[in-house]
Nanobody, 115 residues
Framework: VQLQACGGGLVQAGGSLRLSCAAP???????????LGWYRQAPGKERELVAE???????NYAYSVKGRFTIARDNAKRRVYLQMNSLKPEDTAAYYC???????WGQGTQVTVSS
């Protein structure tokens, strides 16, 4: 599974961004079953889970983003999204999508939230 992430950028605190991650070559029947996640890594910190589909439909969120971030998937498009609302400066990090099922990482996309 090859993942391509995009959608990062610079936003003011309180703003929103939507990240997108695509795996266009994945067979649909395989994609539908995959565990997919978004992770982030801030400078000097370890990479951490932000949100994930632990299976085709069950979602989990880090406590710090609950109620602000939403993970969604569009199986027909082989895409997984991370809608980020009410962004805070502490959300600044490189964000990575991951296919947990195959331990495959996409490239990072930078999110910077200014105060």
């Amino acid at each position: 599974v090859q993942l391509q992430a995009c959608g990062g950028g610079l936003v003011q605190a309180g703003g929103s961004l939507r990240l997108s991650c695509a795996a266009p070559g994945t067979i649909l029947s395989v994609w539908n079953t995959l565990s997919l996640g978004w992770y982030r890594q801030a400078p000097g910190k370890e990479r951490e889970l932000v949100a994930e589909f632990s299976d085709s439909s069950t979602t989990n969120y880090a406590y710090s983003v609950k109620g602000r971030f939403t993970i969604a998937r569009d199986n027909a498009k082989r895409r997984v999204y991370l809608q980020m609302n009410s962004l805070k400066p502490e959300d600044t990090a490189a964000y990575y999508c991951r296919c947990n099922s195959f331990s495959a990482w996409g490239q990072g996309t930078q999110v910077t939230v200014s105060s």
